[in-house]
């Protein structure tokens, strides 16, 4: 019943679009409660049928919602690994329609499995398109896109949830054309794929770019300096008109401009969708170079479409009708933390307090396997609502990972945004980094160990990071003048160690998620080959 | 004259698609259907423009610059018909048709360098025309450029129409009628230039500038009116106003010609009287005309009328709810082509909308009941106008709905749904079904029926009113069950329609004094209210719940015999302990009920009500009898939960000493009890045997600890020892006044079934067998073995759930009891046994 945009542009109902789809930005926090409660009611229903849900539910003695929250345990993906790793969809509440998976964070298994049942699937989608339909408004209600425009997509192929919700729930939706199409891309190398888009969106166009700052950022960077590639492949290009055309008005723009020729040169995308923690980082860089100002959203494989960016950019306004949410206030949280045994306290979506960091807890709606399952991030409320563009929902934004706060002396939990934000503006130029909290004769060390291009001595380095994080955190600050203790240490590492580091993992067959090691106290060994 | 005239038209024109250029803008210049909009309309703006300036070289005579002009203006005029399609082909989101456009595009450029470079192709000359505007004169390629425009115009008109003859949605219809009519105007403008007396005359301009308005009206604005209202609305008055100009000049003429002797005052007073006369004989004119032209272009209208007068009849008598339903009915069917039609009525009692079809017979068909808090009740709540299922679907609360009432809504097939208000109080909707792909409803159509339903919204609303009384009359007002009127109103038509045999369930509340002793009246009433409510859930369709008075319910079940209302009886006395776990209830709180049953082939009412009640009376002296259901005081209450504290203490020091059983009396407590459940125990029954299982090891006090820790095997004192257990329990108990009866059953619990001394597990001596081993004991006797094969052992692991059924079903009928052990290999095997997890012991948990 639910209709989609392709429908709807067949049947000339186009000025639905946006009421069908971006229709849950008039609700009041009430109204979505209410929402949540009425499919958390549906949810149980449902749960209690299946194998998986009567063992999640066990101490339930009655269908109440305030039962619900507090008797029913936390659970994590281990609660799950027995159903879902082995797909034994006869013991899930809901009939699975797709199924997706992530690498997960701990390697424990090398793929996490999540069903997505017909409802949750659709629902996702939907609000992707929402997202798509956002970065691409100026103004409450404009539906700028249109059948047929192109998507340059970088995410990880399908069955990850990136690239399976995108190419065909979103197919699904909306009659996108992909560059390069799906059937071939997922043939391909991830960096071939971008090659390849990038070469065929000079004759078709970029309307919506679909991937991680950095792929934005580096293509930037790529045409800013000149590619000799680009040169070499001016003779193909000279056989399409289209991408000639587009070349050349981005040379005479760049000409009169009197610098480089920049991407936003030759395209004007309708939207710029990011993922990944980077987009806050690089969203000046990014600006610069594509024109646009990038939208993020908030989704993770278990939960699907969690919060979205809306057109004024403000943070991600929270979706009531994928999961049932739960935050654990960040005292609770990192009560829980020091106590594994305690059972910290949640509130729902209109007790949230703005400024405050939560831990988030999902229950999916419409089927979905997870019951309180935490996701293991941290979310900051930014705002209670936006009266300025009449939006009444929270809005949130990425903190951190649960599990990536270095804790400095009970000083300061740093957070990998935090720390990745002063490198970038300490003006270093670098490829990549890791930190990791160690200590040296019973001080707690940050130490950074950076992939740095220029030359730089380590002190230079030292003090230019300390010095910007001290800005940004204040509270970093006080370790030094309290503790008259600077805790920050840099270790350069050899040149390319991450490219090594990418190959090596590549030849190993490891999967496309685990490529890159992670920035936030990574393994001894993950540090061992970096410093080979 | 009309150069200047034309040129103020055009100057005006440009004036116009300006304004409408920045309205766009305002609202969104970056939407594919805006843009394609100011693109047709920019190029509007070129063509009048240089229509303009034709205009005033015309004016001043000069005819180089007026030929000059209007080869600038070639290209504009191909360019409006190509763009005028561009904007059809976004509209309809015609992406194969985008590449005509494309086309047309290259076309415009190479019209505009042919006419820039060789102008005189198109146009060689002008030549002046009477009305003082030079005219051009047409060269080789305007024929084409004619075609070439004229083939975008008809691509313009095809398409729209074939989409318009798919369409099933009302607002598109309406807009696709307002684009065809503006590719219309177009066309009929364009032939004007072919007729040679209009040349020079800027009718081509107003008719493209009414287009233009037309095209903004019908993408811009969501609620459209109807064509055909428009133009029957326009023709109507159109005439109307002709006719009157024609009476008042005709008047004028015969005053003058006639009245010529009477001038002055006498002629103005004629004239008076002569107006006075014209306006009364034209209201009844207007009105055969208004009919006439509502008989030709909107019948919903002209029916309107007939329909409000044949509702005017309703005032007559207040009709009941099924008579005014099927009146409504009959009149949607004969006026409007309607059926059937549907009425979702509000209940007054608890604001839930009932879906209704009036259906041939007595009865109405109630389809489903929609809750308070269905977000559909919210969505129309809200409502003032109708709304169609698709407004519905667009509402933000209806993400609230789930799998099954989207399902059941989206079965309904239900179309429309118009509201009935009284003042501003909501009545319901009358719904009108879907017709599938048909044409969709018409807004005129909508607005007539609207107006309709407004209209009977005060005789429903009338209607609900009496049936409420009705209801009152027959009801309870605290409980919401029947009364005894309706008791004896529905015996006397069951008994006319001898529809026997008749039961009769009598049930009364058996701790209602514990509820308004200890809680007060006020929760003594809520406890009525619920159990009429939780007898109502359990009861048939056809069955009623009557309060009879006090304490006291009955369910007089017409046409049923006694295997089904024992059926029943049972039903409620199962589901009694479920609704009372559901509402919180536990312990001394939960309510009981007493059930007295009896089913008769013939007689009065009050014979039926005596022999239940006799019933209930038996039941009450048998309790009393085998006093396990003693009432007990505040006082016994009180020492017995002190007690009953003391003594698990008891337990849990003995549990202590043997870690491998901790947490093993729970476990039994909560098998015996589902097994209880199960073989329809129910009441103080059950709390006798949870206490008997929590208390049956009681006796091991007097086991060394070594021996219950012992991992070899034990030797024949130790086992004499053990076996003891059961005795020494019962004895402990024994000794505690309000435990007598929990000791009976503790000192049996290691009875088997077929008595045999000498097999293994032997019997604990007691010398009872079968049927004489108490009930309960045999149920905490198959609890106590499951626990124990399901858990670990310090000699053993837990056995598998196979081997624990096949040990089971060896013993049935030896061990323990046959049918329960029957009855609970068929609940593991149904997965209806909820079983514990093993706690752990003390020691494991390091305390």
């Given at each position: 019943?639910?209709v989609?945009?392709?429908?709807?542009?067949?049947?000339n109902?186009?000025?639905?679009?946006?009421?069908?789809?971006?229709?849950?930005?008039?609700?009041?926090?009430d109204?979505?409660?209410?929402?949540?409660?009425?499919?958390?009611?549906?949810?149980?229903?449902?749960?209690?049928?299946?194998?998986l849900g009567?063992?999640?539910?066990?101490?339930?003695?009655?269908?109440?919602?305030?039962?619900?929250?507090?008797?029913?345990?936390?659970?994590?993906?281990?609660?799950?690994?027995?159903?879902?790793?082995?797909?034994?969809?006869?013991?899930?509440?809901?009939?699975?329609?797709?199924?997706?998976?992530?690498?997960?964070r701990?390697?424990?298994?090398?793929?996490?499995w999540?069903?997505?049942t017909k409802?949750?699937?659709?629902?996702?989608?939907?609000?992707?398109?929402?997202?798509?339909?956002?970065?691409?408004?100026?103004?409450?209600?404009?539906?700028?896109?249109?059948?047929?425009?192109?998507?340059?997509?970088?995410?990880?192929p399908?069955?990850?949830?990136s690239?399976?919700?995108?190419?065909?729930?979103?197919?699904?939706?909306?009659?996108?054309?992909?560059?390069p199409?799906?059937?071939i891309?997922?043939?391909?190398?991830?960096f071939?794929?971008?090659?390849?888009?990038?070469?065929?969106?000079?004759t078709e166009?970029?309307?919506?770019?679909y991937?991680?700052?950095?792929?934005?950022?580096s293509?930037?960077?790529?045409?800013?300096?000149?590619?000799?590639?680009?040169?070499?492949?001016?003779?193909?290009?000279?056989?399409?008109?289209?991408?000639?055309?587009?070349?050349i008005?981005?040379?005479?723009?760049?000409?009169?401009?009197?610098?480089?020729?920049?991407?936003?040169?030759?395209?004007?995308?309708?939207?710029?969708?990011?993922?990944?923690?980077?987009c806050?980082?690089?969203?000046?860089?990014?600006?610069?170079?594509?024109?646009g100002?990038p939208?993020?959203?908030?989704?993770?494989?278990?939960?699907?479409?969690?919060a979205?960016?809306?057109?004024?950019?403000?943070?991600?306004v929270?979706?009531?009708?994928?999961?049932?949410?739960?935050?654990?206030?960040?005292?609770?949280?990192?009560?829980?933390?020091?106590?594994?045994?305690?059972?910290?306290?949640?509130?729902?979506?209109?007790?949230?307090?703005e400024?405050?960091?939560?831990?988030i807890?999902?229950?999916?709606?419409?089927?979905?396997p997870?019951?309180?399952?935490?996701?293991?991030?941290?979310?900051?409320?930014?705002a209670?609502?936006?009266?300025?563009?009449?939006?009444?929902?929270?809005?949130?934004?990425?903190?951190?990972?649960?599990?990536?706060?270095?804790?400095?002396?009970?000083?300061?939990?740093?957070?990998?945004?935090?720390?990745?934000?002063?490198?970038?503006?300490?003006?270093?130029?670098?490829?990549?980094?890791?930190?990791?909290?160690?200590?040296?004769?019973?001080?707690?060390?940050?130490n950074?160990?950076?992939d740095a291009?220029?030359?730089?001595?380590?002190?230079?380095?030292?003090?230019?990071?300390?010095?910007?994080?001290?800005?940004?955190?204040?509270?970093?600050?006080?370790?030094?003048?309290?503790l008259?203790?600077?805790?920050?240490k840099?270790t350069?590492?050899?040149?390319?160690?991450?490219?090594r580091?990418?190959?090596?993992?590549?030849?190993?067959?490891v999967?496309?998620?685990?490529?890159?090691?992670?920035?936030?106290?990574?393994?001894?060994?993950t540090?061992?080959?970096?410093?080979? | 004259?009309?150069?200047?005239?034309?040129?103020?038209?055009?100057?005006?024109?440009?004036?116009?698609?300006?304004?409408?250029?920045?309205?766009?803008?305002?609202?969104?210049?970056?939407?594919?259907?805006?843009?394609?909009?100011?693109?047709?309309?920019?190029?509007?703006?070129?063509?009048?423009?240089?229509?303009?300036?034709?205009?005033?070289y015309?004016?001043?005579g000069?005819?180089?610059?007026?030929?000059?002009?209007?080869?600038?203006?070639?290209?504009?005029?191909?360019?409006?018909?190509?763009?005028?399609?561009?904007?059809?082909?976004?509209?309809?989101?015609?992406?194969?048709?985008?590449?005509?456009?494309?086309?047309?595009?290259?076309?415009?450029?190479?019209?505009?360098?042919?006419?820039?470079?060789?102008?005189?192709?198109?146009?060689?000359?002008?030549?002046?025309?009477?009305?003082?505007?030079?005219?051009?004169?047409?060269?080789?390629?305007?024929?084409?450029?004619?075609?070439?425009?004229?083939?975008?115009?008809?691509?313009?008109?095809?398409?729209l129409?074939?989409?318009?003859r798919?369409?099933?949605?009302?607002?598109?219809?309406?807009?696709?009628?307002?684009?065809?009519?503006?590719?219309?105007?177009?066309?009929?403008?364009?032939?004007?230039?072919?007729?040679?007396?209009?040349?020079?005359f800027?009718?081509?301009?107003?008719?493209?500038?009414?287009?233009?308005?037309?095209?903004?009206?019908?993408?811009?604005?969501?609620?459209?009116?109807?064509?055909?209202?428009?133009?029957?609305?326009?023709?109507?008055?159109?005439?109307?106003?002709?006719?009157?100009?024609?009476s008042?000049?005709?008047?004028?003429?015969?005053?003058?010609?006639?009245?010529?002797?009477?001038?002055?005052?006498?002629?103005?007073?004629?004239?008076?009287?002569?107006?006075?006369f014209?306006?009364?004989?034209?209201?009844?004119?207007?009105?055969?005309?208004?009919?006439?032209?509502?008989?030709?272009?909107?019948?919903?209208?002209?029916?309107?009328?007939?329909?409000?007068?044949?509702?005017?009849t309703?005032?007559?008598t207040?009709?009941?709810?099924?008579?005014?339903?099927?009146k409504?009915?009959?009149?949607?069917?004969?006026?409007?082509?309607?059926?059937?039609?549907?009425?979702?009525?509000?209940?007054?009692?608890d604001?839930?909308?009932?879906?209704?079809?009036?259906?041939?017979?007595?009865?109405?068909?109630?389809?489903?009941?929609?809750?308070?808090?269905?977000?559909?009740t919210?969505?129309?709540?809200?409502?003032?106008?109708?709304?169609?299922?698709?407004?519905?679907?667009?509402?933000?609360?209806?993400?609230?709905?789930?799998?099954?009432?989207?399902?059941?809504?989206?079965?309904m097939?239900?179309?429309?749904?118009?509201?009935?208000?009284?003042?501003?109080e909501?009545?319901?909707?009358?719904c009108?079904?879907?017709?599938?792909?048909?044409?969709?409803?018409r807004?005129?159509?909508?607005?007539?029926?609207?107006?309709?339903?407004?209209?009977i919204?005060?005789?429903?609303?009338?209607?609900?009113?009496?049936?409420?009384?009705?209801?009152?009359?027959?009801?309870?007002?605290?409980?919401?069950?029947?009364?005894?009127?309706?008791?004896?109103?529905?015996?006397?038509?069951?008994?006319?329609?001898?529809?026997?045999?008749?039961?009769?369930?009598?049930?009364?509340?058996?701790?209602?004094?514990?509820?308004?002793?200890?809680y007060?009246?006020?929760?003594?009433?809520?406890?009525?209210?619920?159990?009429?409510s939780f007898?109502?859930?359990c009861?048939?369709?056809?069955?009623?719940?009557?309060?009879?008075?006090?304490?006291?319910?009955?369910?007089?079940?017409?046409?049923?015999?006694?295997?089904k209302?024992?059926?029943?009886?049972?039903r409620?006395?199962?589901?009694?302990?479920?609704?009372?776990?559901?509402?919180?209830?536990?312990?001394?709180?939960?309510?009981?009920?007493?059930?007295?049953?009896?089913?008769?082939?013939?007689?009065?009412?009050?014979?039926?009500?005596?022999?239940?009640?006799?019933?209930?009376?038996?039941?009450?002296?048998?309790?009393?009898?085998?006093?396990?259901?003693?009432?007990?005081?505040?006082?016994v209450?009180e020492?017995?939960?002190?007690?009953?504290?003391?003594?698990?203490?008891?337990?849990?020091?003995?549990e202590?000493?043997?870690?491998?059983t901790y947490?093993?009396?729970?476990?039994?407590?909560?098998?015996?009890?589902?097994?209880?459940?199960?073989?329809?125990?129910?009441?103080?029954?059950?709390?006798?045997?949870?206490?008997?299982?929590?208390?049956h090891?009681?006796?091991?006090?007097?086991?060394?600890?070594?021996i219950?820790?012992?991992?070899?095997?034990?030797?024949?004192?130790?086992?004499?020892?053990?076996?003891?257990?059961?005795?020494?329990?019962?004895?402990?108990?024994?000794?505690?006044?309000?435990?007598?009866?929990?000791?009976?059953?503790?000192?049996?619990?290691?009875?088997?079934?077929?008595?045999?001394?000498?097999?293994f597990?032997?019997?604990?001596p007691?010398?009872?067998k079968?049927?004489?081993?108490?009930?309960?004991?045999?149920?905490?006797?198959?609890?106590?073995?499951?626990?124990?094969?399901?858990?670990?052992?310090?000699?053993?692991?837990?056995?598998?759930?196979?081997?624990?059924?096949?040990?089971?079903?060896?013993?049935?009928?030896?061990?323990?009891?046959?049918?329960?052990?029957?009855?609970?290999?068929s609940?593991?095997?149904?997965n209806?046994?909820?079983?514990?997890?093993?706690?752990?012991?003390?020691?494991?948990?390091g305390?």
């Amino acid at each position: 019943m639910e209709v989609t945009a392709r429908q709807l542009f067949q049947e000339n109902r186009q000025d639905e679009i946006w009421d069908h789809y971006c229709n849950f930005l008039e609700l009041s926090t009430d109204e979505a409660m209410k929402i949540q409660y009425r499919l958390l009611e549906e949810q149980l229903s449902v749960l209690k049928k299946s194998k998986l849900g009567q063992e999640l539910l066990a101490g339930m003695t009655s269908d109440s919602i305030e039962e619900f929250r507090s008797k029913v345990p936390f659970t994590t993906y281990k609660d799950y690994a027995h159903y879902l790793l082995e797909k034994n969809e006869d013991d899930l509440p809901g009939d699975a329609f797709y199924w997706v998976h992530t690498s997960g964070r701990s390697g424990e298994y090398r793929h996490k499995w999540v069903p997505y049942t017909k409802r949750f699937w659709e629902r996702a989608g939907r609000y992707v398109i929402a997202s798509l339909i956002f970065g691409s408004a100026g103004k409450k209600g404009e539906v700028v896109l249109e059948p047929g425009d192109t998507i340059f997509f970088t995410l990880a192929p399908r069955p990850y949830m990136s690239g399976a919700l995108m190419v065909d729930s979103v197919l699904h939706h909306f009659p996108f054309k992909f560059l390069p199409p799906p059937e071939i891309a997922e043939e391909m190398d991830f960096f071939d794929r971008i090659e390849k888009g990038l070469q065929m969106s000079l004759t078709e166009g970029i309307d919506v770019f679909y991937g991680i700052a950095s792929i934005l950022l580096s293509i930037g960077k790529h045409f800013e300096g000149g590619s000799t590639d680009r040169k070499k492949n001016l003779g193909s290009l000279l056989m399409s008109p289209r991408a000639l055309a587009r070349l050349i008005k981005g040379m005479i723009v760049s000409r009169r401009k009197k610098r480089g020729i920049l991407p936003k040169d030759i395209w004007n995308p309708k939207v710029l969708a990011m993922g990944g923690m980077d987009c806050d980082i690089f969203r000046d860089k990014v600006i610069h170079y594509w024109g646009g100002n990038p939208i993020e959203g908030y989704a993770s494989t278990e939960a699907g479409v969690t919060a979205v960016q809306t057109w004024n950019r403000s943070g991600n306004v929270l979706i009531p009708d994928q999961n049932f949410l739960e935050f654990i206030p960040f005292a609770e949280h990192l009560r829980s933390k020091e106590d594994p045994g305690y059972i910290p306290r949640t509130v729902t979506m209109d007790q949230l307090q703005e400024n405050e960091i939560y831990e988030i807890v999902i229950t999916n709606f419409l089927g979905g396997p997870f019951v309180r399952y935490r996701l293991g991030d941290l979310v900051k409320v930014t705002a209670k609502e936006d009266p300025a563009i009449g939006v009444c929902l929270p809005h949130i934004k990425f903190y951190s990972r649960a599990d990536d706060l270095i804790d400095l002396a009970g000083f300061t939990r740093l957070t990998e945004l935090t720390i990745w934000r002063a490198i970038e503006n300490s003006g270093i130029s670098y490829n990549d980094w890791v930190v990791k909290k160690e200590t040296d004769q019973e001080t707690p060390v940050l130490n950074i160990y950076l992939d740095a291009s220029g030359k730089l001595s380590k002190e230079e380095a030292e003090e230019k990071i300390h010095q910007k994080l001290a800005e940004l955190d204040s509270d970093y600050s006080d370790v030094e003048k309290m503790l008259n203790l600077k805790p920050l240490k840099v270790t350069f590492l050899p040149e390319g160690a991450f490219q090594r580091y990418i190959q090596k993992k590549r030849a190993e067959g490891v999967d496309l998620a685990r490529l890159k090691p992670y920035r936030m106290n990574p393994s001894s060994d993950t540090i061992k080959t970096l410093l080979e | 004259m009309v150069v200047v005239y034309g040129a103020l038209i055009k100057a005006l024109n440009i004036m116009i698609y300006c304004a409408l250029v920045y309205l766009i803008g305002r609202k969104s210049y970056r939407q594919p259907v805006n843009k394609s909009i100011i693109l047709y309309l920019l190029m509007l703006i070129a063509w009048q423009f240089t229509s303009l300036m034709v205009s005033i070289y015309s004016y001043q005579g000069r005819p180089d610059l007026v030929l000059q002009w209007y080869q600038l203006q070639t290209p504009t005029i191909a360019g409006y018909f190509i763009l005028f399609y561009a904007v059809i082909t976004t509209f309809r989101y015609d992406y194969e048709r985008m590449k005509l456009c494309r086309l047309g595009y290259f076309i415009i450029l190479a019209i505009a360098i042919l006419s820039l470079a060789w102008g005189n192709l198109f146009l060689p000359a002008v030549q002046s025309h009477p009305t003082g505007l030079y005219v051009p004169e047409f060269g080789p390629l305007i024929p084409i450029l004619g075609m070439i425009s004229f083939s975008y115009l008809g691509l313009a008109f095809y398409d729209l129409w074939r989409d318009y003859r798919k369409s099933t949605y009302t607002k598109v219809r309406t807009q696709q009628e307002y684009l065809l009519l503006g590719v219309f105007l177009v066309f009929f403008a364009s032939t004007l230039n072919f007729i040679d007396q209009l040349q020079g005359f800027p009718l081509e301009a107003v008719f493209v500038s009414l287009q233009a308005i037309i095209i903004f009206y019908a993408v811009f604005y969501h609620q459209l009116i109807d064509l055909k209202l428009f133009i029957r609305t326009g023709l109507s008055y159109l005439i109307l106003v002709a006719i009157i100009i024609a009476s008042l000049v005709l008047s004028i003429i015969v005053i003058s010609m006639r009245m010529f002797d009477f001038a002055g005052y006498a002629a103005l007073f004629t004239s008076l009287v002569l107006i006075t006369f014209l306006l009364l004989w034209f209201t009844p004119t207007r009105k055969k005309l208004q009919s006439g032209f509502d008989n030709i272009f909107s019948p919903e209208q002209a029916n309107l009328y007939k329909i409000l007068e044949e509702i005017t009849t309703f005032q007559e008598t207040v009709l009941p709810m099924q008579s005014l339903f099927k009146k409504v009915q009959q009149l949607c069917h004969k006026y409007f082509d309607i059926n059937p039609v549907y009425f979702l009525i509000k209940n007054i009692s608890d604001n839930n909308f009932v879906l209704w079809q009036y259906c041939d017979g007595e009865e109405g068909n109630v389809f489903m009941t929609i809750n308070e808090d269905h977000p559909l009740t919210d969505i129309l709540r809200k409502s003032q106008e109708p709304l169609f299922l698709s407004d519905v679907m667009i509402h933000p609360m209806i993400k609230g709905l789930w799998a099954k009432e989207l399902e059941d809504l989206v079965s309904m097939k239900l179309e429309a749904f118009f509201p009935m208000r009284v003042k501003d109080e909501l009545i319901g909707f009358l719904c009108i079904p879907s017709r599938g792909d048909t044409i969709p409803f018409r807004y005129s159509f909508l607005r007539s029926m609207h107006l309709f339903v407004s209209h009977i919204a005060v005789y429903i609303k009338n209607a609900l009113l009496h049936e409420q009384n009705v209801q009152l009359s027959i009801t309870d007002t605290l409980t919401g069950a029947y009364n005894r009127r309706m008791l004896e109103n529905i015996f006397e038509r069951e008994t006319q329609r001898s529809n026997f045999p008749m039961s009769l369930i009598m049930t009364d509340i058996r701790n209602f004094k514990y509820f308004n002793d200890h809680y007060g009246h006020q929760a003594g009433d809520r406890v009525l209210k619920e159990v009429a409510s939780f007898l109502n859930k359990c009861i048939r369709s056809n069955d009623l719940v009557i309060r009879y008075g006090g304490d006291e319910f009955i369910i007089f079940m017409p046409g049923t015999d006694e295997r089904k209302a024992q059926m029943v009886a049972e039903r409620i006395q199962d589901s009694l302990e479920d609704w009372n776990r559901k509402m919180g209830l536990t312990g001394e709180d939960k309510i009981m009920l007493k059930l007295g049953t009896c089913t008769m082939e013939e007689g009065s009412l009050d014979d039926l009500i005596y022999e239940a009640d006799q019933q209930l009376l038996e039941i009450q002296k048998s309790m009393d009898k085998q006093e396990l259901y003693t009432i007990y005081d505040s006082s016994v209450r009180e020492k017995r939960k002190i007690s009953k504290q003391m003594v698990l203490a008891l337990v849990k020091s003995v549990e202590l000493r043997d870690t491998y059983t901790y947490g093993h009396s729970e476990r039994v407590k909560d098998y015996a009890l589902q097994i209880a459940k199960k073989a329809s125990l129910f009441g103080p029954q059950l709390e006798v045997l949870a206490d008997a299982a929590i208390l049956h090891d009681i006796g091991k006090i007097a086991v060394p600890q070594e021996i219950l820790q012992k991992k070899e095997p034990l030797t024949e004192d130790d086992t004499r020892l053990i076996q003891l257990h059961p005795v020494v329990g019962a004895d402990i108990l024994a000794e505690v006044q309000i435990f007598e009866e929990i000791s009976n059953i503790v000192r049996h619990h290691h009875e088997r079934y077929d008595g045999d001394c000498f097999a293994f597990p032997p019997a604990y001596p007691g010398n009872l067998k079968g049927e004489n081993i108490p009930l309960l004991t045999r149920i905490l006797s198959l609890a106590d073995a499951f626990d124990a094969m399901t858990t670990s052992r310090p000699y053993r692991d837990s056995l598998t759930m196979n081997m624990v059924k096949d040990i089971l079903e060896q013993e049935a009928g030896k061990q323990f009891d046959k049918e329960l052990t029957m009855l609970l290999i068929s609940m593991i095997d149904k997965n209806e046994l909820w079983m514990p997890e093993e706690s752990e012991s003390p020691d494991v948990r390091g305390i």
